[in-house]
């Protein structure tokens, strides 16, 4: 098998698969016959019998269904894992995986049948744990999403993305050092968890674009990395952003506070502010302002 699908929750786009009505009828048939008898507990699931050919058969098919996923077509995995799972019910992979397909298609509640599945038949699956609470995310249902983010770091304390999605919901819930707390942890077990194309978006979606640059410039700042303080401090003064005292009186940018490069771009900082029209932040910058092309962080 291979290594579990890390589901990033933020905004999956739809899709649109050239499936003609013949090709959608048995889809919908698969869907129904994996959904049926699911339960709706998470106790462990019985194991059923099944033939060494049958598991061999499913296995293949679940390669496929990766294929057909890495190319992002999502309707096309999703038949092969439902085929997978009918072939070989007993596994948790194949369910997860079903419930990350389901999760693209932003059929969420599909999403949760599959992956409550896959931990009745794996309960210490901490994947699955994090999917949930992805989805519940995405759903906006703040408490089951941290429920579920917490059983899955209980069952997997060094998967650096579980942290880092943690402090997301903290973030969304506005316990900023909660957020960066969590955010510190799943950097420190993993450095380049985010520029990871599988990482998690590190905040959620309703909170202003200065606050979230500002709120990692502090997190990049306490872990000494200048050259990010710096671009996400420029990202935040570009949205808005021009609160210097704020910056002065945070303990994370002590560790860089003395650095020429940190001390020149607050004197920079401190004198574009100053000209900055005073109408708003919404005011275009001045000419001598960085703009977004210009700015030193990539998209």
């Not at 290594?3 to 048939?29: D, E, K």
């Not at 917490?150 to 060094?158: E, F, M, P, S, T």
Request: hydrophobic share 40%.
């Amino acid at each position: 098998m291979t290594t579990p699908y890390r589901w990033g929750f933020c905004n999956a786009v739809f899709r649109q698969h050239r499936l003609g009505l013949l090709q959608i009828v048995p889809t919908i048939l698969l869907l129904l016959l994996s959904n049926f008898a699911l339960g709706s507990c998470t106790h462990r699931a019985a194991r059923i019998p099944v033939t060494n050919e049958d598991i061999i058969k499913s296995n293949e098919v679940y390669k496929e269904g990766d294929i057909a996923f890495a190319r992002k077509d999502y309707y096309a995995a999703l038949i092969k894992y439902l085929e997978a799972s009918r072939l070989n019910p007993n596994n948790e992979y194949i369910f997860n995986r079903i419930g990350i397909v389901y999760s693209q298609l932003n059929y969420y509640q599909e999403a949760l049948t599959a992956f409550r599945r896959s931990m009745q038949l794996n309960p210490k699956y901490s994947y699955s744990y994090n999917n949930t609470a992805s989805v519940y995310f995405a759903l906006k249902d703040l408490k089951k999403a941290e429920k579920y983010f917490h059983k899955a770091i209980a069952l997997n304390k060094n998967e650096a993305s579980f942290h880092m999605n943690l402090g997301s919901l903290y973030f969304e819930k506005k316990k900023y050092d909660r957020a960066m707390a969590e955010w510190r942890k799943g950097l420190a077990l993993d450095p380049d968890i985010l520029s990871k194309r599988e990482n998690v978006s590190l905040v959620g979606g309703s909170t202003p674009a200065k606050e979230k640059n500002y709120y990692l410039a502090r997190l990049y700042a306490s872990l000494g990395d200048v050259v990010r303080t710096i671009e996400l401090l420029e990202e935040a003064f570009l949205d808005g952003f021009s609160d210097l005292t704020a910056i002065e009186k945070a303990a994370e940018f002590d560790p860089i506070r003395k650095d020429e490069r940190f001390v020149a771009f607050m004197q920079k900082m401190e004198l574009l502010i100053k000209l900055r029209p005073k109408t708003g932040s919404s005011a275009a910058p001045s000419n001598n302002a960085p703009s977004r092309a210009q700015s030193s962080r990539s998209a």
